[in-house]
Each structure stands twice: as C-alpha cells, then as structure tokens.
C-alpha cells in the first residue's frame, strides 16, 4: 500500500542532493520502501538501546516507528516534535544561524534525540541504558540510509507522475467521444 506526503523541505541536511529540485514535490512511499524505513529504525533501536524511534515529517505526521511506545499518543507527539524543530529553526535564524541540524532534550528519566532530515524527523526517545553520544552516532548513520530511501521515493514518485501525465496527454477528444458512443 503506498503512502503519499506532501510537504516542504526546509534546507536544513547536507543528506538529499536534490532537495532543492524537489522541495515542494509530493512523494508516494511504496511498501518496499515503507519497510526499508521501517527496518532502518528497528536497527537504530536496537544499536542505541532506544526506547522507540519515530520517522515523523515536517509537518507533523508521523511516517513510522519501532518500539515501545506504551501509551503514548503517537499523533500528539508526532506534531509536538515538528512544532519544537520549527521553532529551534526560528530561534536558529535570530541568532544568525541557518538551522540547527538537531535537537536533544534531557529528562530526569528518558531524553529525546531529534535528527533533522530534510523532510523528515528521526526522533529518537531513550533512557539511561544509552548515552546521548552512542545516540548521535548511531543516528547520524541511520539518518544516511533514511535520506537514501526519501530520495528514492521522490524520483519515483516524479517518474510515475511523468509516465501518468504522458498517458494523459495521448488520450484525444475523439477517444474521449468514442466512450460514449
């Protein structure tokens, strides 16, 4: 089943080389790739002993996750993490910085981790068995396999988009007629 997101690119990564291109292209994710992310994240969990990673997109929605989530409420925190990476970007662009590249956040029991990817979020929450070194580490690879698999969506999802429009446009009013006849 595919998924299909719509969203800006703040250029934030050095990971896509076509986010300029493609900033404002929407995407559909196919089930192979869906399960690449999904298997991408289940590995990032496991390496930095993670309580549960998410892949949310920039605006809000969360793409997927792995682990344990308990109780909690994945749309909330999904859009809550977006709206703190937007406002580190804004705080970012007063002091005179572009971006921030990531965000961390301690708590007394469990701290968050979040690796901005372009369109996307890597947001890991983790406890005292990790430490927010082997956290960044881990992440920064993961966040090269996760640009990878976006990227790869984008182009095919531009491809499709162009074969689709091709097949339009041969369709003539006279085939349009013929139907109907």
């Given amino acids: 089943m595919p998924y299909q997101f719509t969203h800006d690119i703040l250029a934030s990564s050095a990971f896509s080389t ?60 999904s859009s809550l993490a977006a709206g ?6 804004s705080m970012a662009q007063l002091i005179g910085e572009e971006n921030f590249p990531s965000v961390f956040h301690e708590g007394e029991r469990e701290s968050i981790f979040i690796s ?30 996760v640009a990878a698999i976006l990227d790869e969506a984008t182009v095919d999802s531009a491809n499709y988009r162009i074969n689709q429009n091709s097949f339009f446009n041969e369709i003539t009013d006279e085939d349009i007629d013929s139907l109907f006849s």
């Fill in 18 to 77: 076509q986010k300029n291109q493609m900033a404002d292209t929407p995407f559909i994710l196919q089930e192979h790739q869906f399960q690449r992310l999904k298997s991408t994240l289940a590995r990032l969990c496991v390496e930095c002993a993670a309580r549960v990673v998410f892949l949310i997109d920039r605006d809000g929605q969360p793409i997927a996750f792995h682990g344990d989530i308990g109780d909690l409420d994945t749309t909330s925190f």
């Fill in 84 to 89: 703190n990476v937007a406002a580190t970007h």
């Fill in 116 to 145: 901005i990817i372009g369109r996307s979020l890597l947001v890991t929450v983790f406890d005292e068995r990790s430490t927010l070194g082997l956290v960044k580490i881990r992440t920064k690879r993961s966040s090269y396999d």
